[in-house]
């Protein structure tokens, strides 16, 4: 069964007229670039709220969006609903807001902020920086899974891609077609890892069986060296 309060939200925003939730975290300076992160499809879990934590810690001032409002799970069958059930255009809406709640926020430096995401939230990063255009300086999508975007030609942030050799749930061939994809729309060559391991190999909740400790040390320290290469 899914959890229907999520303890993690702690901030509120304005959301396309509504108002959305999510978790933050700030950088122990109190300041930093802004960075959304985005869930996989268990929800708002400890694991993402965790990722968020240690991106503060890293210097960001982080914000995890919650797109299902509450419910989180680790039953397999259960995140499949909860993902087929949520509104593409809500989730947009709802990250579209948390891009602008970062960047009016006091504590956030520059005029562009970083987005990375995980799984479902991986395809959510590609989808988010492409409608955001200039906001959007950095794209990290892990092992997206569900539909990518077609066309590229809005995308102005730089893009790392993390891609699993042994992805039970993303064929590897989506990493050339993501890389041909960027390519054609705007000219840009992606920066696109694979690693030989499963799907979500960076999570270490483990609820596939795939974490994988050494790969995911990797993958963590090219997307901080990323994330600061491009938001400072």
């Known amino acids: 069964m899914a ?20 978790y933050l975290g700030l950088p122990p300076s109190g300041r930093g670039a802004g960075l959304v992160v985005i869930q996989e499809w268990w929800g708002l879990t400890s694991h993402i709220a ?8 890293e210097g960001f001032v982080a914000l995890a969006p919650d797109l299902y409002g509450g419910p989180t799970t680790h039953d397999a069958a259960e995140a499949d609903r909860l993902m087929q059930e949520l509104p593409v255009d809500r ?3 709802d990250l ?14 520059g005029e562009r902020v970083g987005v990375v995401g995980f799984c479902m939230g991986g395809a959510f990063v590609l989808s988010l920086a492409v409608q955001q255009g200039g906001k959007v300086a950095a794209a990290v999508p ?7 975007p077609e066309d590229y030609s809005g995308l102005q942030a730089a893009v790392l891609a993390h891609f699993g050799e042994q992805d039970a749930f993303v064929p ?3 990493a050339d077609e993501l ?5 054609a729309g705007n000219g840009q060559t992606p920066t696109i890892h694979r690693y030989p391991a499963g799907h979500a190999f960076l999570n270490d909740e483990n609820l596939l069986g795939t974490y994988d400790a050494e790969q995911a040390a990797t993958a963590w320290d090219r997307t901080i060296a990323f994330l600061h290469e491009h938001l400072g």
């Open 91 to 93: 989730a947009a809406r």
């Open 179 to 183: 890389a041909a994809r960027v390519t």
């Open 50 to 57: 965790s990722l968020v934590d240690r991106f503060a810690a």
């Open 142 to 148: 892990f092992y997206p899974a569900g539909p990518l």
């Open 172 to 174: 590897l061939a989506t």
């Open 96 to 109: 579209a807001g948390g891009v602008d709640y970062l960047l009016a926020r006091d504590d956030v430096s």
């Open 3 to 22: 959890e229907t309060a999520n303890p993690r939200q702690n901030v509120t925003f304005p959301s396309n007229g509504g108002i959305a939730h999510g």
